[in-house]
């Protein structure tokens, strides 16, 4: 009744659905059906043991496959999985279940209360038979009966199957589908011939056996065998599950200890049963009776209420006339605490930082942490770090993220990401999540777009942006009690310092990515300005800052782009700002122009270029220089038209500058074209990516010239013009001054040759040199000669001979 019920479609469903064909609505409400049963299945227990280390007695039954299974296990061998390794990871995944869920009935079932009374603690062991070929995993857990092991194991799903693996067969994005089927225990067929479930219920007296090789067909059969194999011929199979992997040919490096232990590492290391693995280690005498001593000073320093061992020894065997004894134990392999799911109040900055190096790696100290649980549509447990040093120098297109780990349950899903947990600029954070919600797909290896995921995302990045925010508090209180004692900047850099030198070019790439975050980024970043010491690089200010000491009406943001701070700070573009009293913010880093370009403005105030053609002061200032340029204005039109007629392959435009106060020109882009620095920067990206004519192609070959009006060497070319309106020599200092205006803005000089023999033309005029005179050799002897003279001269001067 439960089942109808729960297939049966709503009146949403029936209209969604009425002008589908009746068939194909069933077949929908069949899939819906079977995924339902299939969940439930998959939280059932379905562990196993291995052929040859069970007695089968006549009352054997053989049951096929349905055959719908029996396709899906071919997919799963060679379609499923991309990674043989997790094999191990879903077997142990299925063992933590079983425990869970007696743990759970024990509160509530007699039956399984009394059983515990016999039985050890709960715990997962893992053993090696490289002489059989074999791998066990085995669990003290709920158990299954016969029924439960052929319903768990045999039937995987039932109708809508077949549907589901149609469209795996020919290719149809199936993503969504497959995230409904639970078929973990199937992962054991990727690296063994045959797999064995030996298991005990506690609701029945007599332990099962489950054997197949995924070929069609299993058995299921009474049988009689202990939970861990011949190592403890004691302990008698009272409740449990034990799976025998009888490995392929392909499969045998999984008989290597060493390699179960990295993989219960990377997977499995926070389950919360202890696991331990079987091994067998030759030890000489005087190392046996040093192991003693540390395993009795161990026990007497373990938590309060954790009585796990590490090490179990089984048995001993002396090796005759060596001194070396075969200790055969049971070793814990998941000692790393998920410390994710205690108080945050229980735990010191020591466990936090051993924790970091632990999930990480890594050895600096986390610079700063989050610790936090998320509850509401999607519930979660969660620790970020950001790490003191940043890995990520270089800023790579689809670069993957691998310092961040995703959990369900504690067992490991994904530890590689590009883009899916975090967004590419906040790839530096180091953490995990641990959810019960995540939507993944059946072979746990990728995670499903949802809006689960999409949530789980925005509160990551939102706890990540609040850990900024704290160190610029931190950062912000250091600096004003610095400023009362009279210094520019703390001492000692402060941690939000040591995090923005790491890691001030991602959040800028979070401002270029970002749209949604964009305000916030804008208040971490740092500028140098025209009111820093150059000499302390720690003397920074935050745009907040900047907008807190502008001048009266000033309405822009003034900034100013360049390779170097000498050169942004000695631009002609900023001398009458600063003669003014303006701020000025002075970028050097390669992205700040772009960034500035993206915020548009922070908090209302617009950011103004002031190396670009639409430059203005505020309202009072304007005023006043506008007033002087209108005075000069009928006086310069002759210059104004001598240049447009003579220049006007490189100049687009003449104004009289209202900017400039020392300098007599300089050269300017239109508002929407490219700033020097911003061109030189695009110039050589295009030259690496398709040479120089294409760049020659692609850049503006005019540019805006200012003139300033009240220079003395303008005025002389106007005088020129006056009295020559076709004046060659004013032509040469125009072209010259052009050139120079050039190189003071940062522009690339296109044609150096002729920038360089005009300038020489220029001194060779000032010096009353002609250049077209041709100078001989004999031009030169006379001066050699000459230099000879003086030479002698001077060597019999006495003054000459006493020094």
């Not at 041709?774 to 006495?798: F, G």
Request: with cysteine; hydrophobic share 40%.
């Amino acid at each position: 009744m439960v089942w109808r019920k729960m297939c049966r479609p709503s009146r949403a469903a029936k209209i969604g659905v009425g002008r589908m064909r009746g068939s194909v609505f069933c077949a929908a409400l069949a899939i819906a059906c079977v995924w339902l049963a299939a969940t439930a299945s998959q939280r059932m227990n379905v562990l196993a043991s291995t052929e040859g280390s069970h007695e089968v007695s006549d009352q054997e039954t053989t049951f096929q496959f349905e055959a719908e299974v029996s396709r899906l296990m071919d997919i799963i061998v060679h379609s499923l999985y991309s990674n043989r390794d997790v094999f191990l990871r879903e077997l142990i995944s299925n063992a933590a279940d079983a425990l869970d869920k007696i743990r759970m009935l024990q509160l509530t079932n007699a039956d399984a209360r009394k059983v515990d009374e016999t039985q050890e603690d709960l715990k997962i062991k893992i053993t090696v038979d490289p002489e059989r070929k074999v791998l066990e995993i085995a669990d003290t857990g709920l158990g299954m009966t016969k029924e439960e092991l052929v319903a768990n194991l045999g039937a995987v799903a039932k109708s809508g199957t077949a549907a589901f693996l149609e469209q795996m067969q020919i290719g149809a994005d199936s993503k969504n589908l497959i995230g409904q089927f639970g078929v973990g225990f199937y992962s054991a067929f990727l690296v063994a011939d045959t797999v064995s479930v030996v298991s005990q219920s506690y609701k029945d007296s007599t332990p099962h056996v489950w054997v197949s090789g995924a070929h069609g067909s299993y058995t299921v059969a009474p049988t009689d065998q202990t939970v861990f194999g011949s190592e403890e011929p004691e302990a008698k199979l009272e409740r449990g599950t034990r799976i025998m992997l009888s490995l392929k040919d392909d499969a045998m490096h999984y008989l290597d200890v060493e390699m179960i232990k990295s993989l219960v590492k990377k997977y499995s290391q926070f389950v919360s049963f202890p696991i331990y693995l079987y091994v067998s280690e030759k030890v000489t005498d005087s190392e046996k009776t040093q192991e003693l001593e540390q395993d009795k000073i161990a026990s007497g320093i373990l938590d309060e209420g954790d009585d796990d061992e590490e090490e179990i020894i089984v048995k001993e065997e002396q090796l005759a006339d060596d001194g070396i004894t075969i200790v055969h134990k049971w070793v814990k392999l998941n000692e790393q605490r998920p410390i994710w799911t205690r108080n945050p109040s229980e735990l010191s900055k020591e466990d936090y930082s051993e924790f970091y190096q632990a999930l990480s790696g890594r050895f600096d100290e986390p610079l700063h942490y989050a610790h936090f649980s998320a509850e509401g549509e999607v519930n979660f447990k969660a620790l970020l770090f950001i790490p003191s040093t940043n890995p990520y120098k270089q800023i790579k297109e689809g670069e993957v993220l691998e310092g961040f780990k995703l959990y369900l349950r504690r067992v490991l899903i994904k530890d590689t990401f590009q883009g899916t947990m975090f967004p590419t600029w906040l790839r530096f954070i180091v953490g995990l999540v641990d959810s019960d919600d995540l939507p993944i797909n059946v072979s746990r290896e990728m995670l499903q777009q949802s809006k689960l995921l999409e949530l789980i995302r925005r509160k990551l990045v939102r706890k990540a942006m609040d850990m900024f925010r704290e160190l610029m508090v931190e950062d912000q209180e250091a600096r004003a009690r610095a400023i009362e004692d009279g210094l520019d900047a703390p001492e000692e850099p402060t941690r939000y310092m040591l995090f923005y030198k790491q890691y001030s070019k991602l959040l800028k790439l979070g401002v270029l990515e970002d749209e949604g975050n964009r305000p916030r980024l804008a208040k971490l970043l740092r500028f140098r300005t025209s009111r820093t010491n150059p000499e302390q690089p720690e003397d920074v200010i935050s745009l907040a800052e900047y907008i807190d000491r502008v001048k009266n009406e000033q309405e822009y943001i003034y900034f100013h782009a360049g390779e170097t701070l000498e050169h942004v700070s000695s631009s002609p573009f900023v001398e009458k700002l600063l003669e003014l009293g303006y701020e000025v913010l002075y970028l050097t880093d390669p992205m700040d122009e772009s960034v500035l370009q993206y915020l548009g403005d922070f908090e209302g105030m617009k950011f103004m270029a002031v190396s670009k053609d639409n430059f203005k002061f505020a309202p009072a200032d304007q005023k006043e220089q506008k007033r002087l340029i209108k005075s000069a204005k009928a006086a310069y039109a002759p210059l104004k038209d001598f240049i447009m007629n003579h220049m006007s392959e490189i100049v687009s435009k003449v104004k009289l500058s209202a900017r400039l106060s020392t300098s007599p020109a300089v050269v300017t882009a239109v508002e929407y074209g490219y700033s020097p620095h911003f061109e030189m920067l695009t110039r050589a990206q295009m030259q690496a990516d398709s040479g120089d004519d294409f760049i020659t192609s692609m850049m503006p070959k005019q540019k805006v010239l200012e003139i300033n009006p009240y220079h003395p060497l303008i005025l002389h070319v106007l005088d020129l013009v006056l009295d020559d309106p076709e004046s060659k020599e004013a032509l040469t200092l125009l072209q010259s001054i052009y050139d120079t205006g050039l190189v003071q803005s940062g522009y690339y000089v296109r044609d150096s040759a002729k920038v360089g023999s005009r300038m020489n033309a220029l001194l060779a005029q000032r010096l009353g040199v002609q250049l077209e005179t041709p100078i001989t050799h004999e031009d030169v002897k006379v001066r050699l000669q000459s230099d000879a003279s003086d030479s002698r001269a001077a060597s019999s001067d006495p003054v000459h001979d006493e020094l």
